[in-house]
């Protein structure tokens, strides 16, 4: 038999004087994780900088950062098959691409993309060419082996809004990208106008078959009229997408965007996180196998337009409001904590590798949900039908009672088979006095009275002695 135990509530009684206050708290049968937090220095060397965290279908971590060699700018890759436990490197992963790659050029912009349902990572890159120094191409190429292999570049600087084409600031991966809920492959990307090469605007590119990709969107700050560069992209639990775009118009803060098919058209909804933000963000969409339908997205970024500290924050309702955040890095002078990118590990931990140290160190954090949420999370999954205490014996919170046979009464859970009432002289219930593991209105149905909205249930033992006791009650679905 499984119980699966959706909520609990408890309160505290007192026998023939029954003073009702309560606690409640929704819970996994077998409690929430315990919290943890680690970082960790992947690579140390100057001009280390704009790191990208993939994760495979196998479990290898692919950790690629640029760094300077000589008047070149290349990209290294760090390695690990133990989750991160050891690291190999290799500094010249990427030293020249199709474009040429010549001395002053500079690979920019790296930027992994798993694709779950191809068991594929995406890898993208942007060429800059000194003269004119914006002048960029943008590539990318494919691994069907977990990172053993690649295919041959593919050039995709056709992949532009016309308005950004023939300007002298092109385009560039924003290193945020989402898989739709009907497997469309989205990439967020910036790029300048003729009429405003100051400023950059998001859009975005897609692939239906993960084979080619297409321009999906047009600009689409334009209707803001503010400048939205470096953006990220999340699925949110209704099938749209957002998207949060650095904002360089204001003192920090990001625009915030919404698309209702697959980044197509968007709808700008304001600012938020106003007075931080100086540099790229990550937003990344979080399930489990276990509750699949619970979608929470999570939001990495600098804490100030300095780049000085990197936290993280989440929200329960598709970035309408961040519920939980937590700093993942304390800086010093900066810039100290910047360039933060979020993906999650084959066990569900959450990583955010980010640079530090004056552009010295690419780092790597990693955490759980209880860490970053301090304990909260199960409490906020697991209320789909929440018990509440309404009374015993007719008396709330704050009054008392006297009686050593109340009733008790909570709210009905729907499709609920059974209650588990526990009632202890000790918080921690370690040795109930009471102990009903079964309560229904077939088990009990002299004292079992249930509506639409409430359980009521009379003790059908009488407690000890005067004394405190505290009361949980779980509901059981009996599978």
Known sequence: MNKK???LIVTALIVSVISVSVYVQTVKAEGPEPEWFETQTVHSEANSRVPTLAVTANGTWLYAYWDRDGSDYDISLSTSYDNGSSWSYDRTWVTDIPGGHPDGSHLDDPY??????????????VEKHPTPWHENFIYYRYSDDNGSSWSSWVNISHLKPQSVIDTTKHAQIAMGGTLTSNGTILIAMYGATAEDTAHAFPFAIRSFDGDTFYLASDLFSEASGEDGNENSLALCSNGSILCL??????AGGFSKYYSENDGVNWSYVGQDFPGIGGCRASLLTYTTTEHTDKYRILFSFTNSPVRDDVSCTISYDDGTSWTYTRQIHNGGASPDGSYSLLTKSSNY???CSYEANG???VKLAQFNLEWLTSGNDWVIINQENPLQFISIDGATNGTTIYDSTPTINWTLVASTS???LQIDNNADFSSPEINITNISEINYPTY???NSTRVSFVLPITLPSYDIYYMRVKALTIN
């Open 5 to 7: 135990i959706s909520s």
């Open 359 to 361: 552009y010295v160190n």
């Open 418 to 420: 059974q209650y588990w």
């Open 245 to 250: 775009a650095r904002n360089g118009s204001f």
């Open 349 to 351: 931990s959450i990583l």
């Open 112 to 125: 992994f993309f798993v694709d779950d349902l191809r068991s594929r990572v995406y890898f993208f890159l």
């Open 448 to 450: 079992y009275d249930a």
